[in-house]
């Protein structure tokens, strides 16, 4: 794995690094710009690229990984030499397991401005929408970079932080149809291959075949990568590894499984017996659902928002609400209905 490394001067330093000594690191996701935008493996070597656009990202990616103790970080425009198939095919194949092994994931949402996301403000509620509305929740690459970390943290363009992964889960899972569960790390194995596939609806990509490259690491497999053979058969080859005898198939959750649940009833797995706790022995959750150690109740996590005026989870009692269709992200003013 080839990492960069902010060197007391400004300037930026490739270290490349081999087998399991790998140290802690950072790790970008962002949406691609034109490629003549993008600061390339060759651009850093020529020690060129500096007036090039995405060039900012990659200054924005190591200042932050310093502030957070991070020596080491990396960015796919240019730890990775394109220029190579082999090393390409070999990147590709490994990415969901770099982004599952970054110490922190930043995602630098260009088309999005504004400080945070706290609840005060008519200009945060218009940060809040333009988050909501970034293109980076529509690209294919971005959903293991948005699964597969640990830590994910939200930036405007600005490079200010807007939140993380855990503290948004609910309006992420909104915006994507991801469930929270998996959000939050529970092994995605558990989800149904229609599940998983599910996720990346409506997601797109540049190049047709990275709509199944793109899953690889969704789905626990690889594969050699094979860029003019389209989209429908790399997809088809996508399936036909997911489909191997000798691997060991998904078990499907049933839907209700993937949402919050207030009243938990005893849920039933297909062809399984009543869902059974193993650290508690109690029926109607895993020992990983979300729990709450206040209340007791399973389905949503002490820190979850609450709101008390109705006692539902998912807002607080001050977020702007409608009273005509119910909906607790905008007013009666703004309602479409």
Known sequence: MRLLRLKSDGEFSLVEFVGNDIPRYAILSHTWGLDHEEVTFKDLMDKTGKTKAGYRKICFCGEQASKDGLLFFWVDTCCIDKSSSAELTEAINSMFRWYLNAAKCYVFLSDVSGSNLDRNGQSVWQTRAAFRDSKWFTRGWTLQELVAPKTVEFFSREGHCLGNKMAMVREIQQITGISVRALQGYPL?????????????????????????????????????????????????????????????????????????????????????????????????????????????????????????????????????????????????????
């Open 189 to 337: 194995a558990k989800f149904s291959v229609d599940d998983r596939m599910s996720w990346a609806k409506n997601r797109h990509t540049k190049r047709d075949e990275d709509s199944a490259y793109s899953l690889l690491g969704i789905f626990d497999v690889h594969m050699p990568l094979i860029y003019g053979e389209g989209r429908e058969k790399a997809l088809a080859r996508l399936q036909k590894e997911i489909q191997e005898p000798s691997r060991v198939k998904p078990r499907a959750l049933s839907p209700e499984l993937s949402t919050r649940q207030h009243n938990r009833p005893q849920y039933r797995e297909k062809g399984s017996r009543s869902v059974t706790c193993f650290k508690c022995g109690g029926l109607g959750h895993y020992a990983y659902d979300l729990h709450c150690y206040r209340c007791g109740n399973y389905g949503h996590y002490a820190s979850d928002d609450h709101c008390y005026k109705c006692g539902k989870y998912g807002h607080y009692a001050n977020e702007p609400h409608c009273y005509r269709c119910n909906s607790y992200d905008h007013f009666v003013s703004d309602c479409p209905a």
